[in-house]
C-alpha cells in the first residue's frame, strides 16, 4: 500500500479509536519524536516527556492529523518541534536573569554571580552592566541567553528562531562589541 494511501486508514483507525492504530503510529514514528526533542532541548528526559506529549495529542486528538496535508511523520514532527520550542523557551524564562530596565540593563541575582569583593569590582559590574545593555538588541539578547541563561549556541538559535550560524555570528560579534565599549571606558585591556 502507498504510504499515502497507509496514512489514510491510519488516520481513519486512529479516529475511529483504534488503539492498535496508536501502536502502529508510536512504533513507525517515535524514534523520529525522540530524536527531534532530543536535538532541540539537549535533554533525555525532556524529549521522553515530549514523546509521551505528542503521542497523547494524536491520540487525544486523530481529526488534528489530516493525511491530505501531509505525510503522520510531517504532522507529528510538527508537533514535537512546537512542544520542544515550548519547553525551552519555559525553560529559558523560569531560568532567566532579572532584567531592569527593559534590556538597557541586566542584574544578574546574587546566587549566580559572586559578590563583589571590593568597590573596583563592583565598578566594573557595573560598566559590564551598562556595556551590555548598549549593545544592539539581538546581540545582547544572544549573550544574554549564553552567559546569563547557560544556554548553547544552538539552543540560542532555536530560542531566538535563527539559523545556528546567526547565533553564532551574533555572539561573536557581541562578545567583540562588548570588547570594545569596555575598553574604550578603560574598564579592561582589550587586545
Not at 488516520?11 to 532530543?38: I, K, M, N, Q, S
Not at 501531509?70 to 523557551?89: C, E, F, I, M, P
Not at 563592583?122 to 548598549?134: E, K, T
Request: charged share 30%; proline share 5%; hydrophobic share 40%.
Amino acid at each position: 500500500m502507498p504510504a499515502r494511501e497507509a496514512d489514510r486508514e491510519l488516520a481513519r483507525r486512529l479516529v475511529a479509536g483504534d488503539e492498535d492504530a496508536l501502536a502502529e503510529a508510536y512504533d513507525l514514528c517515535a524514534p523520529l519524536v525522540f530524536g527531534l526533542a532530543h536535538r532541540v532541548t539537549g535533554n533525555r528526559a525532556a524529549a521522553e516527556d515530549i514523546v509521551r506529549d505528542v503521542f497523547v495529542r494524536l491520540w487525544s486528538d486523530p481529526d488534528g492529523f489530516d493525511p491530505d496535508r501531509g505525510s503522520l511523520r510531517t504532522y507529528l514532527g510538527a508537533l514535537t518541534h512546537g512542544r520542544a520550542v515550548d519547553v525551552v523557551r519555559s525553560d529559558v524564562r523560569r531560568n532567566a536573569p532579572e532584567q531592569a530596565d527593559g534590556d538597557e540593563a541586566i542584574r544578574v541575582e546574587p546566587a549566580t554571580w559572586a559578590r563583589p569583593e571590593s568597590v573596583e569590582d563592583d565598578d566594573l559590574a557595573a560598566r559590564v552592566r551598562r556595556a551590555v545593555g548598549r549593545l544592539p538588541a539581538p546581540q545582547r539578547e544572544a549573550l544574554r541567553l549564553v552567559f546569563f541563561g547557560g544556554h548553547s549556541d544552538r539552543s540560542v538559535a532555536v530560542l531566538l528562531g535563527i539559523p545556528e550560524g546567526t547565533a553564532r555570528s551574533r555572539l561573536r560579534q557581541g562578545l567583540a562589541k562588548l570588547g570594545d565599549l569596555l575598553a574604550a571606558e578603560g574598564a579592561v585591556e582589550w587586545r
